[in-house]
């Protein structure tokens, strides 16, 4: 794909949204994640988890956020003339997430404006909702990043 | 620990402020996170990488958002009658995050308070500051959690 072909901030549209994933959520991978990061015994003991309000092993919110990362990085694929994330806001986890589910990502376009002091890029927000295999939504934040102008020198108004 | 010797919400002193973490970054790591859940070029191509805003390889960030976790988990271990977490807000990244580096949090109480809706918890809202050996600051979030009450039935003005 050329650099000019690829997505630019005039081409993205406030309301657009998209699907992608298809995540298998293994245990070997839940207790791997969880082991390195995120140590808290329901997140890696069986007893303990089966007490806990999970009433199982359940995903770290961590890796829940990891994998939903995987799942947009593998959807963009180069797709876009990405100059780096912003941040992130308004993050909650919704749902426990098991060994067992299949993770997909919706991810809606809701706001975009010029940035005064970085007249080549502009910023866009999409709210990013990770659901499972019931359509039910396990996680939502908001993500700003960063994409390059076509036209810099194009009125500060697009 | 006997539970009630944990730290629970009465015990939450606003404005305190702890340090923990020495983690250790490792090129081996960064590659084997971003390569599970990140891999955009940038974090696992040396070529690529030399000729981004980076420079080098450097972390992804939701890498240092897990390798934060990890130092917490650890510094917490038990300590507190925690419920669980509620969410991340006003995560930036500010400086990247190489391999070599050496990562530490400084946490702040930043604010708490009790839940019309849940009697028997608290929220405590933390900011979290990663810092480097040269004390940069690389990442910076909001973390609200939940906090067990000693005394469910003390009023609700504490």
Redesign the interface.
Known sequence: MTSSSKIHFEDLVVGTVETCGGYQVTRKEVIG?AT?????PFHVDDEVAAAS?FGKIAA???HT???T??ML?DNRAGRYASM??????????TAPVYPGDTLSVRSTLVDKRRIRSRPDRGMAVMRQETMNQHGKVVMT?EFSAFFALRDPSAPFEI
Chains 1, 2 share one sequence.
């Open positions: 994640f390195n990061y995120d140590p808290q309000i770290s919110g961590m956020l990891a994998m990362m995987r990085v780096g994330g912003g941040g992130i806001d308004k993050l909650r986890w934040y």
